[in-house]
């Protein structure tokens, strides 16, 4: 049964003012004990969540193309005793620096932003600008803030000063990509395990696959060939595979190098091939396996599990690659015509090669969230960022809870005024069912012009948040996050 809390407007959830609003630079660097609290913030939820994001989406006044262009920009809140301490600081990139010296673009941007001067300004000019925005994450001691395209940035956990490029003891090289998407098995012969990749795109591309145990060091690396262009964002595990979704692109790079688009701006989507579905051996040692299936666009994947020979995979599909139109600034988008994103399920038969496609979830919907304790298994709830209406594209304004077993689901949403964005899920320490925990929600409130962290019980998101940080200031929307069991806040004084 679907509940919506929320003033019901189908037509209208949101204003574009105030959905741009949310866009707009945060320059500032803060550090303060959260005081403005709504309810109460659970006694035993003891630790530190961080999120990274484009903090800011002009250089100096100079508006960027994209907000995926926007230099990174942690968040940190960390939870001890029913208290919380808000910080937010910069990654230091090379890019980050020059620019904020000179006060001017000196970089390309993969997603359009030029610098000045038109196209000869930009032309030959195919450096990356390692912005450090995607993803943040804390293991093996080290908290690091990810890029895709290239290596990772290494911070303080306790202040988010930016320490420098982490080679990851030696593993990458100057350039080499480590993706935003590493995911954590929760249980690889009863240790914990992060797993990652890096792509090389070409005419065929490389992905060379990492898994680190707890303590940092790396236990196993290879790497594959697969036919093609491949644009990888994510991917999912399970005990025993990595599984990729290749998308049908094809990229042209002469508009980029010409100096006429940025690098993602070159992507075409090839609506008459078949996705591929890449299931990789985490052993290494057994062949690669493609399955096609429907064409669509991935970017994100909520999970997947192996049962009885077959491989289950739930992705977020778009039914064509969500690109802005030329000329276009994206606070202009209309809605009505990017494509959607719906949750599709694809169960690949490993023993006869073929794929069934459902499709679990029509409302639109982006940034999937389950129980840590899950991941590469048999799961039951999802939760995810989704529309307002359940018909039709908008901004993502609520939060969508979906019992996979029953397709029961519960909504909350944050309309009219109210901007959301990929929940967490975080386990209540010593809780041994699936949806004892809470989930953990940032949005964008345009009434305040603020941000605010929701915190809501997972059993029972529907009732609306327990409780409520409000923030002194805006977050710009971010992209993802996650939460470790470790307090880096200042001492509680009791
Ligand atoms: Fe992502």
Known sequence: ??????????????????????????PQEFAYWIDDIEGEIPSELFGTIFRNGPGLTDINGYRLRHPFDGDGMISSIAFDQGRAFYRNRFVRTEGYVAEQKSGKPEYRGVFGTQKPGGWLANAFDLRLKNIANTHVVYWGGKLLALWEAAEPHRLDPHTLETIGIDYLDGLLQSGDAFAAHPKIDPDCQGEERLVNFGIKAGLSSTIRLFEFSPDGSVVSQHRHSIPGFAFLHDFAITPNYCVFVQNPVSFNPLPFIAGLKGAAECIQFNAK????????????????????????????HANAY?????????????????????????????????????????????????????????????????????????????????????????????????????????????????????????????????????????????????????????????????????????????????????????????
Request: aromatic share 12%.
């Open 273 to 300: 091939q078949p996705t591929k579905i890449v299931v990789i051996p985490r052993n290494g040692q057994e062949a690669v396996r493609f399955f096609d299936t429907d064409p669509c666009f991935v970017f994100h």
């Open 306 to 494: 192996e049962v009885d020979g077959k491989l289950i995979l739930d992705s977020i599909c778009y039914d064509s690659f969500p690109s802005i139109d030329d000329g276009v600034d994206y606070s202009e988008v209309d809605f009505d015509h990017v494509p959607a994103s719906q949750l599709w399920r694809f169960t690949a038969d490993l023993a006869v090669g073929s794929v069934d496609v459902n499709v679990l979830i029509e409302r639109y919907c982006e940034f999937p969230a389950v129980n840590p304790q899950y991941v590469g298994r048999d799961y039951r709830y999802l939760y995810i960022a989704a529309t307002h209406g359940e018909t039709g594209n908008a901004p993502l304004q609520a939060l969508l809870k979906r019992d996979m077993k029953t397709g029961e689901e519960q909504v909350w949403s944050a309309a009219p005024r109210g901007f959301g964005g990929e929940p967490l899920f975080v386990a209540r320490p010593g809780g041994t069912q699936e949806e004892d925990g809470w989930v953990l929600l940032w949005i964008y409130n345009a009434e305040r012009d603020r941000t605010e962290l929701a915190i809501f019980n997972a059993q029972d998101i529907a009732t609306g948040p327990i409780a409520k940080l409000n923030l002194k200031h805006h977050v710009p929307y971010g992209l993802h996050g996650s939460f470790t069991p470790h307090y880096f806040g200042p001492e509680v004084s009791s």
């Open 1 to 26: 049964m679907q509940t919506l809390q929320s003033p019901a407007s189908e037509s209208a959830s949101y204003t574009r003012e105030d959905w741009k609003s949310g866009y707009d630079s945060q």
